[in-house]
């Protein structure tokens, strides 16, 4: 099964960069995975800037959460191993929360399968379903527009990262999960405080080719949340 390893987050009022700090281990099939929920658009994200190990990741997908909110997700298949890299967004001004989780155990190849996306209105609580498998693990980051949201992850979840850049109209929000796979997964979230929308991006990590199922999928994901040092910027 996917499993994640260790998580950042961070957040801004006014910066047109952000850094995040994330080690990434040593452990087979890497993968990185990096969500903003932002005021402008996130025109790029690199791995170790201007560094020995730079690495430019991926767009995945950007979702409009509003008018003038966008929730993108990037991605960066085998990640090198590295203790403390830098992962800056580049975007233009205004409020950006952020977050990036390193995981191991993905197919290399196909690492994940099509995208949900899913906007909500103020006061709706978020929450999407997607099909999935037993050895595979679905995850879903999800980005708020002013106000002050407070997020909290449904059953069977465990959540990486939960950051806001301020409170109050122009802030912006951003929180990641994930869940053990199968057949049919739901990834809700429960939110209180005030916003006054809110997006979900959520897929489904392939396990590599091969890859069975333990049947200790929840108990082997949370020990590994456990064991996660969540970074904050």
């Known amino acids: 099964m996917p499993t994640p390893e260790n998580a950042a987050q961070a957040a801004s009022t006014s910066a ?19 969500g903003a929920c932002s005021t402008s658009t996130v025109t790029g994200v690199v791995f170790d800037p201007g560094g020995a190990d730079e690495r430019t990741l991926t767009n995945i997908t950007t979702l409009a959460v509003s008018s003038d909110t966008g929730l993108s997700l990037w991605k960066l298949v085998a990640p090198p191993t590295k203790t403390a890299a830098t ?26 399968d099509a995208v949900v996306t899913q906007t909500f209105a103020a006061g709706t609580d978020p929450g999407v379903s997607l099909a999935s498998q037993n050895a595979d693990l679905v995850f879903n980051v999800i980005g708020a527009d002013g106000g002050n949201p407070q997020f909290a992850s ?12 301020a409170s109050g109209n122009f802030a912006r929000a951003c929180a990641a999960a994930s869940a053990p796979g199968a057949s049919s997964v739901a990834m809700s979230w429960t939110l209180s405080g005030t916003a006054r ?20 999928q929840t108990a082997s994901l949370e020990a590994a949340v456990q064991r996660q040092q969540i970074v904050t910027g």
């Open 87 to 112: 992962i800056r967004i580049t975007k233009g001004g205004g409020h950006v929360a952020a977050g990036a989780l390193g995981l191991y155990d993905v197919d290399q190849t196909t690492p994940h």
């Open 154 to 165: 449904g059953g069977g979840q465990v959540e990486h990262w939960d950051t806001q850049s």
């Open 197 to 216: 929308a809110t997006g979900v991006i959520a897929l489904n990590l392939n396990a590599p080719a091969g890859g069975t199922a333990t049947g200790t």
């Open 16 to 34: 047109t960069t952000l850094d995040l700090t994330l080690t990434i281990g040593s452990n087979p099939d890497r993968f990185l995975l990096v």
